[in-house]
Nanobody, 123 residues
């Protein structure tokens, strides 16, 4: 059983920055960040595979950067120029990339998931 623990969520003003971390007890060949705002469906934010290949949602391209430290089994999400619409519970997940490694093709029941960290952006 793989355990994932997110941290780094906070309340910030619009235009601010945050860096989220996801510490994994072990990692598979694909990791990703997802978010869910109240009353909305879960949205894939970004993914990264074991070669470093990444995918991003259009809504975060140019503002968010996903990265990983393989030695520490830690996933990061650097978020810049935050907007109120980025407010959500952010969760990380990992699975084998044999199943695919795209932010927009990852079912909630696939792989291992953390509990999430809350990001709130005020205008």
């Amino acid at each position: 059983q793989i355990q994932l623990v997110e941290s780094g969520g906070d309340s910030v003003q619009s235009g601010g920055s945050l860096r989220l971390s996801c510490a994994a007890s072990a990692r598979l060949s694909c990791m990703g960040w997802f978010r869910q705002a109240p009353g909305k469906e879960r949205e894939g934010v970004a993914t990264i595979d074991n070669t470093g290949a990444t995918t991003y949602a259009d809504s975060v391209k140019g503002r968010f950067t996903i990265s990983q430290d393989k030695a520490k089994d830690t996933l990061y999400l650097q978020m810049n120029n935050l907007k109120p619409e980025d407010t959500a519970l952010y969760s990380c997940a990992t699975r084998s990339k044999v199943l695919g490694c795209r932010h927009d093709a990852w079912d909630a029941g696939s792989g291992y998931w953390g509990q999430g960290t809350q990001v709130t952006v005020s205008s």
